[in-house]
T-cell receptor, first 115, second 114 residues
Framework: AQSVTQLDSQVPVFEEAPVELRCNYS??????LFWYVQYPNQGLQLLLK??????LVKGINGFEAEFNKSQTSFHLRKPSVHISDTAEYFC?????????????FGTGTKLQVIP | DADVTQTPRNRITKTGKRIMLECSQT?????MYWYRQDPGLGLRLIYY???????NKGEISDGYSVSRQAQAKFSLSLESAIPNQTALYFC?????????????FGSGTQLSVL
């Protein structure tokens, strides 16, 4: 079985400060890793994904994430946040199981950017 | 226009009522999904469909049913709504079932069951 843990339910940060949103996963097989962002009153949209290759993945809006296999982590970072980054962020793992793409989402981290 | 459209955006209903949430997509994707989002629980899969003739239960299908009327349309029904079905519901699509495929989400339907 696969699972995703986002330890921080809320992260307040001042504008232009750096931020790290933590994600740890567990799986008995290789998985693909994703970060989705949900802006207020909107659906989720893909921020970035790790499939293979370089462990540092760059996404939209200046976000990046680093895959660490030994620590089973996929933390999301941004060096300088903006007010518009206020949203909820979901880490997810995906694997092919039983003929379909089984996606397991974390419980989400609400990023609140303070002016 | 949105690629994945959900209607209604908000719905308030009473316990015991039958409710249908609708989803349509213009992306031409074969695979469609219904998820439920609850605060602190993330998203959980209710049903998924590979094509018009293929419907599958997800992890929390009890109390729900679905209909895939066409490649572009996938409806979720609550036969007899109960208060713990109050949640934000999302429809999603993907181009294939491969693990590296991203999901495309609608804007969600907020359902409140009184």
């Amino acid at each position: 079985a696969q699972s995703v843990t986002q330890l921080d339910s809320q992260v307040p940060v001042f504008e232009e400060a750096p931020v790290e949103l933590r994600c740890n996963y567990s799986s008995s097989v290789s998985v693909y890793l994703f970060w989705y962002v949900q802006y207020p009153n909107q659906g989720l949209q893909l921020l970035l994904k790790y499939l293979s290759g370089s462990t540092l993945v760059k996404g939209i809006n200046g976000f990046e994430a680093e895959f660490n296999k030994s620590q089973t982590s996929f933390h999301l970072r941004k060096p300088s946040v903006h007010i518009s980054d206020t949203a909820e962020y979901f880490c997810a793992v995906s694997k092919y199981s039983g003929g379909y793409q089984k996606v397991t989402f974390g419980t989400g981290t609400k990023l609140q950017v303070i002016p | 226009d949105a690629d994945v459209t959900q209607t209604p955006r908000n719905r308030i209903t009473k316990t015991g009522k039958r409710i249908m949430l609708e989803c349509s997509q213009t992306k031409g994707h074969d695979r469609m999904y219904w998820y439920r989002q609850d605060p602190g629980l993330g998203l959980r899969l209710i049903y998924y469909s590979f094509d018009v003739k293929d419907i599958n239960k997800g992890e929390i299908s009890d109390g729900y049913s679905v209909s895939r009327q066409a490649q572009a349309k996938f409806s979720l029904s609550l036969e007899s709504a109960i208060p713990n079905q109050t949640a934000l519901y999302f429809c999603a699509t993907s181009d294939s079932g491969q693990s590296n495929e991203k999901l495309f989400f609608g804007s969600g339907t907020q359902l409140s069951v009184l």
